[in-house]
């Protein structure tokens, strides 16, 4: 059994500053890529960021210079820093990886339960 588990969401001013943060934990043997997700009300989810186990990121042209994306992979933990945060990011972020478990014959895609991030002043 494998869970991720997102925090650190929350109500904040525009320009200001979040970071989430997502932690697997199960019986896990190996973790791929990670990524973080969005979904605005009434919007289909998006991807918003990329890492592989290597450390290599991608980002989505609306968040370039604003959010970056680590992980540490002694936590089976990503982060999500946001900076500058506008209105229009305002969502539920999730967090997704690509898990290896025990028993199982091939990695899976396991999602976390969301975290509000909200942006108005």
């Known amino acids: 059994q494998v869970t991720l588990v997102e925090s650190g969401g929350g109500l904040v001013q525009p320009g200001g500053s979040l970071r989430l943060s997502c932690a697997a934990s199960?019986?896990?043997?190996?973790?791929?890529?990670m990524a973080w997700y969005r979904q605005a009300p009434g919007k289909l989810r998006e991807l918003v960021a990329t890492?592989?186990?290597?450390?290599?990121?991608n980002y989505v042209d609306f968040v370039k210079g604003r959010f970056t994306i680590s992980r540490d992979n002694a936590k089976n933990t990503v982060y999500l820093q946001m900076n500058s945060l506008k209105p229009e990011d305002t969502a539920v972020y999730y967090c997704?990886?690509?898990?290896?478990?025990?028993?199982?014959?091939?990695?899976?895609?396991?999602w976390g339960q969301g975290t509000q991030v909200t942006v108005s002043s």
């Open positions: 997704d990886a690509e898990i290896l478990s025990t028993g199982a014959t091939r990695e899976r895609d396991y």
């Open positions: 199960g019986s896990i043997i190996r973790i791929n890529d």
């Open positions: 890492i592989t186990s290597g450390g290599n990121t």
